[in-house]
C-alpha cells in the first residue's frame, strides 16, 4: 500500500500523488528520503561551469540556494516530462499542506489589493480573530520581516504557517488607525475541508457529494458528509468529480471501498513491470445507496480512479464528458532546503486494464463539455437516479 511513511535516513516525506488542481497535474504517491543521489552522481561539468560563471560574469552571481534550484529545475527539464517538476519552499509549504487536509496557522484569509499590501481577513473563532485582528487588517510584518521584502503572497502564507503550537508575532494596522500593533497568536489546527455536501436544489431526496481534492482526510470527510445528507432524508447522492485534478492514491483507493461492493480500484504498474493492484477488501458502509457519479475535462488522476473503478465494478454509471486523461503518479520529495520535487515513479491502469494518458474515460451518459460543466449535469443525473438507472 502506498501510504505516507518516513523513511529512517532523512525527515523528507514522499507523497503518493495524482493531481492537478493546485499541484500542476500529478498523481502523488509517497514520502522519499533525501540525499539519494549521494555522491554517486559525477558533477564534474557542472562544477566547471559554475567556475567559469564566478571567473567571468559581470554581475554578482546569484545566492548559492537560487543557483542550486536552477541547476535542479535545468536538470528536470531534460525529462521531458510536465509531471516531474521542482517546487520552491513556500510553494511546497502550501500543497504539502492542502494534502494533509489541515495546516497550523492563525486562521485568515490572506489578500492582496495589487499595490503590495497584504490585508487579513481573520475566519469566525479563529486564533487571529480571538486575538483581536479585525478584518481587513493591514499586515506589515510577520516575525519582525517587512512585508515589502516578501516576495509573492505564497512567500507570505507559508510564513504565517507552522506546526501547530508554534507561535508567529505580527505586526498589523487594524483599520482606521494610525499606529501600527504586534500580535504574539499561538497557531493551531485549521482543517482545508475537501468535501462540499448539500441537497440538490428542486430536489428533497438527492444529495450531492462534491469533491475538490483528494487529500488524507478526504475519505473520513466523504463518509461523514454521506451520513449527514441522509439524516436530512436523502436517499440518492450525486459523487461530483468535476473540477477535481486528483491528490493522493491512498485517499482514492479510500474512496472507492466506501462506496464499492467489491473488486479492483486500480492497478499500479511500476518501473521493472512490478503491478500491484488494489481492490475492495469488504463491501463499504455506502455500497448500497443509489449513486452516479459526475465527470467533465477537468476530472483527473485520482478523480479518475474513482471514477473509473465505480465504472468498471458497475456501481455507478458515469455522467458527462470525457476526463482529462493522466495515468501517471508522481512522488513528492521534500528536498534539504524545504524545496520539493514531484517525479513520475509510476502508472496506474483501470480495473479494465487500460491506461488513461491523453484519451480519459468515456462516460456511459455522454454529455457536451459545456453542458457537463453546468448545473444542467446534476439535473440530468438527479432524474436518472429518480428513473432508478443507477447502474450499467
Not at 501600527?180 to 431526496?205: C, D, H, K, M, W
Amino acid at each position: 500500500m502506498l501510504k505516507s511513511s518516513l523513511m529512517s535516513q532523512s525527515r523528507a516525506r514522499i507523497l503518493a500523488l495524482i493531481g492537478i488542481t493546485g499541484f500542476g497535474l500529478a498523481f502523488w504517491g509517497g514520502f522519499l528520503a533525501r540525499g539519494l543521489l549521494g555522491n554517486q552522481l559525477k558533477l564534474g561539468l557542472l562544477r566547471e561551469a559554475y567556475q567559469l560563471l564566478e571567473t567571468h560574469y559581470i554581475e554578482p552571481l546569484p545566492q548559492e540556494p537560487v543557483l542550486q534550484r536552477g541547476m535542479v529545475r535545468g536538470m528536470l527539464e531534460t525529462l521531458d516530462d510536465p509531471y516531474t517538476v521542482y517546487t520552491e519552499p513556500q510553494q511546497h509549504v502550501i500543497q504539502a499542506d492542502t494534502l494533509s487536509g489541515e495546516y497550523g496557522g492563525i486562521g485568515a484569509l490572506i489578500t492582496t489589493d495589487g499595490k503590495g499590501n497584504y490585508h487579513l481577513e481573520p475566519f469566525p473563532g479563529s486564533p487571529a480573530a480571538l486575538a483581536g485582528v479585525a478584518a481587513g487588517a493591514h499586515l506589515l510584518a510577520v516575525d519582525g520581516a517587512p512585508l515589502n521584502e516578501e516576495g509573492s503572497l505564497e512567500t507570505v502564507v507559508a510564513r504565517l504557517r507552522g506546526p501547530i503550537g508554534t507561535s508567529v508575532r505580527i505586526r498589523i494596522r487594524l483599520p482606521g488607525a494610525d499606529r501600527a500593533q504586534e500580535f504574539i497568536i499561538e497557531r493551531e489546527r485549521i482543517p482545508l475541508p475537501s468535501v462540499t455536501g448539500y441537497i440538490l436544489p428542486g430536489s428533497r431526496n438527492v444529495g450531492v457529494i462534491a469533491i475538490n481534492v483528494f487529500s488524507e482526510r478526504t475519505p473520513d470527510e466523504v463518509a461523514q458528509t454521506v451520513g449527514a445528507l441522509v439524516d436530512r432524508e436523502a436517499e440518492s447522492f450525486i459523487l461530483d468529480l468535476r473540477n477535481n485534478g486528483g491528490g493522493l492514491l491512498d485517499s482514492a483507493v479510500g474512496i472507492a471501498r466506501i462506496f464499492m461492493r467489491e473488486g479492483m480500484i486500480v492497478a499500479e504498474e511500476r518501473r521493472g513491470t512490478i503491478l500491484e493492484t488494489y481492490h475492495v477488501e469488504h463491501p463499504g458502509p455506502y455500497a448500497d445507496i443509489p449513486l452516479i457519479a459526475v465527470v467533465d475535462g477537468t476530472t483527473a488522476s485520482a478523480a479518475e480512479v474513482v471514477a473509473a473503478a465505480l465504472q468498471a465494478s458497475q456501481r455507478s454509471i458515469l455522467l458527462g464528458s470525457r476526463t482529462y486523461g493522466k495515468g501517471s503518479i508522481q512522488v513528492l520529495v521534500e528536498l534539504s532546503d524545504g524545496s520539493s520535487m514531484r517525479i513520475t515513479s509510476s502508472r496506474w491502469l483501470t480495473p479494465t486494464g487500460i491506461a488513461l494518458d491523453s484519451r480519459g474515460l468515456v462516460p456511459d451518459v455522454l454529455l457536451e463539455p459545456d453542458l457537463a460543466g453546468s448545473d444542467a449535469a446534476l439535473i440530468q443525473a438527479a432524474e436518472l437516479l429518480r428513473e432508478g438507472k443507477v447502474e450499467e
